[in-house]
């Protein structure tokens, strides 16, 4: 029999993880640079994006209903994809440094660069592409198992198809916006700007590979320890925050 513990250390985690992030959030907003202002902006963006995914992990947390579930996994996909285009964006903003005000300005910028332009919307295509098959197509199944903390849980268990496609959005992620901010750090003079760019790539490889581990592969393989993998995440945005 489960001890009634256990129901109560996942959301104590995610808990845990909700301040993180937003004590994580509040220190990217007191950020006095100018240079990257517009960057800072889409990067608290990233923040309550991360913060409504925990949030969909609290309905797992206290919900036995398959129907809830289904929300769970197109909401908490969802907005991760959303933040993968947002952090792609984050990199296309430091780079090319916009002098247009908000986001009409860096999509002015981005059409004018040809073939960035083009990679940016094609992979912002293809991300949309992924979103639009895991609602329509539901490539997953609710299945019952028994978490880290030894009580049964309801988890989401994708098909190896649609793993395969995160995979190709966390591998191009991995490689175009992270090779942007490594070229901007190049460009710079700031010592402590070139640090905190050099070191945003290897924190977003970090989380990239964290969510696709706990909540693709792990939970695949029956293993639901994903307040963890979160809670990881949470602590690499700290990281970067600073």
């Known amino acids: 029999m489960a001890s009634p513990l256990g129901y109560e250390l996942a959301p104590l985690v995610h808990l845990a993880t909700l301040i993180i992030t937003s004590v994580s959030a509040f220190y990217v907003y007191r950020q006095r640079t100018t240079a990257y202002r517009f960057a800072k902006n889409l990067l608290i963006i990233v923040h309550a994006l991360y913060g409504g995914v925990i949030g969909f992990e609290f309905l797992r947390d206290f919900s036995t209903n398959p129907t809830d579930m289904h929300i769970y996994t197109i909401g908490g996909t969802t907005l991760v994809l959303a933040d993968v285009v947002i952090l792609t964006a984050v990199a296309v903003a430091v780079y090319f440094r916009p002098t247009g005000l908000g986001y009409t300005g860096l999509l002015t910028e981005l059409l004018s660069k040809g073939r960035q ?3 940016f919307i094609t992979f912002v295509y293809y991300i949309l592409f992924v979103d639009l098959y895991l609602i329509f197509l539901t490539p997953y199944k609710i299945i019952s198992i028994q978490a880290v903390f030894g009580v049964p849980v309801l988890i989401t268990e994708f098909t190896t198809t649609y793993l395969a496609l995160l995979l190709i959005v966390l591998v191009i992620f991995l490689i175009y916006p992270s090779t942007m901010l490594l070229l ?12 905190t760019l ?3 790539p290897l924190a977003w490889t970090g989380i990239g590979i964290d969510l696709l581990v706990f909540n693709g592969y792990l939970l ?4 639901d320890a994903t307040p963890f993998g979160y809670l990881i995440g949470s602590l690499i945005f700290g990281i970067t925050a600073g």
């Open 220 to 223: 695949t393989a029956g293993i």
């Open 198 to 200: 050099i070191i945003l």
């Open 117 to 119: 332009g083009l990679i």
């Open 184 to 195: 901007a750090a190049r460009s710079t003079r700031d010592p402590s700007v070139r640090k």
